[in-house]
């Protein structure tokens, strides 16, 4: 199994956040604040307070991990409660912008607070991200007054706290860097033989015997755990029969979820045979894990059994066995084994 070597990615992409925390640190000069008009301010809806830190789940939002940029959802909602009246902040998001924290306030959508202390830094295959000295803006400082009455009143540039978030990608994006392995196996390629079956590598992907290497290409993007997502490779495998039928399989994706590696598929020649058949599912792959390491951001799998789909027993029966069941679904095709590189 090859491993790609690592290089910074040419051009980001923003990745769908998947799961963290996101923590609002009040500054000890708003909660005395808060104390003399006897205002509180209280957790809800899945948020939760652990000392002068409401702590918010992560819900979901798109991040480019590699340079901390983006938009973190939150659920839980922080409540304002006054004697008589409250203002709820529900639909938390954090921006990486100098106005960090939005929130719907009172009916509608407001600018929360600025901030000119903003910072982020990788962790693993996710970020943590940090925005200090948090001022209100005046929108909600009028929201606030206008609901609550305080005595003394919120203003503009009033000091919130500090916000925090660590969050990890639901997916991420697969570079295009490192190669595949697709070893046919041995009993698949002697019935090959006996069809007078040729297979062969189309550029850029190589082989060695019966393994193929098949180069990871851009487009692809896998959870960390390898849950879902999809890895594509480029290249084509071709079988064929001289004098007969000719299979191409191009750029194959291989699908985590569904665990089905598919490919686009062409039947030559015409009009003996359907031609194009656009992308479909040629193996499917046995249940299997993956190795991811956090630190270099790769995620692994080492030979995967791939089996035939019935779909493709077909393809080959018709092409190469004149109609005859000869291949059957189910049948072993080979292993796979990768070492994908997130961003």
């Known amino acids: ?101 939005i929130a719907k306030v009172g009916g509608s959508q407001l600018k929360i607070a ?53 969050v ?36 850029p992907a190589e082989h060695q015997k019966s393994i193929f290497s098949l180069p990871i290409i851009g487009g692809g993007s896998l959870a960390p755990d390898g849950s879902e997502g999809e890895l594509r490779t480029g290249g084509e495998i071709e079988f064929l029969q001289l004098g007969a039928g000719q299979v191409f399989w191009r750029e194959q994706w291989l699908e985590m979820a569904e665990r089905l590696d598919g490919a686009e598929v062409d039947v030559e020649p015409t009009p003996a045979f359907p031609g194009k058949l656009g992308r479909l599912g040629v193996l499917q792959a046995a249940p299997f894990g993956v190795a991811s390491n956090p630190s270099l951001r790769t995620i692994s799998a080492s030979n995967v059994q791939l089996t035939l789909t019935a779909q493709t027993a077909q393809t080959f029966n018709e092409a190469f066995a004149e109609g005859k069941e000869d291949f059957k679904a189910g049948e072993v095709a080979g292993a796979l084994s990768f070492t994908a590189q997130g961003q």
């Open 1 to 101: 199994m090859f491993l790609a070597t690592l290089a910074p990615a040419a051009h980001a992409t923003y990745d769908p956040v998947g799961s963290g925390t996101t923590k609002l640190t009040l500054d000890r000069g708003f909660v005395s604040f808060l104390k003399k008009d006897k205002i509180k301010l209280l957790p809800a809806a899945g948020a939760s307070k652990k000392g002068p830190s409401f702590v918010l789940p992560v819900m979901g939002g798109n991040l480019d991990t590699t340079i901390g940029k983006g938009e973190i959802d939150q659920g839980g909602t922080l409540v304002f409660q006054g004697a008589r009246k409250k203002v709820p902040w529900k639909k938390i998001v954090l921006r990486t912008k100098s106005t960090p924290l």
């Open 114 to 166: 600025t901030s000119h202390r903003l910072s982020s830094a990788r962790e693993g295959f996710g970020t943590s991200f940090s925005a200090k000295q948090l001022k209100l803006t005046a929108k909600v400082a009028t929201r606030l007054n206008k609901k609550l009455r305080p005595k003394i009143l919120f203003f503009q540039g009033q000091l919130l706290g500090t916000v925090s978030a660590k």
């Open 168 to 203: 990890q990608p639901r997916l991420t994006t697969i570079l295009a860097q490192g190669k595949a392995t697709l070893a046919f196996d041995e009993a698949f390629v002697t019935k090959m033989d006996k069809h007078f079956v040729s297979i062969n590598p189309i550029f």
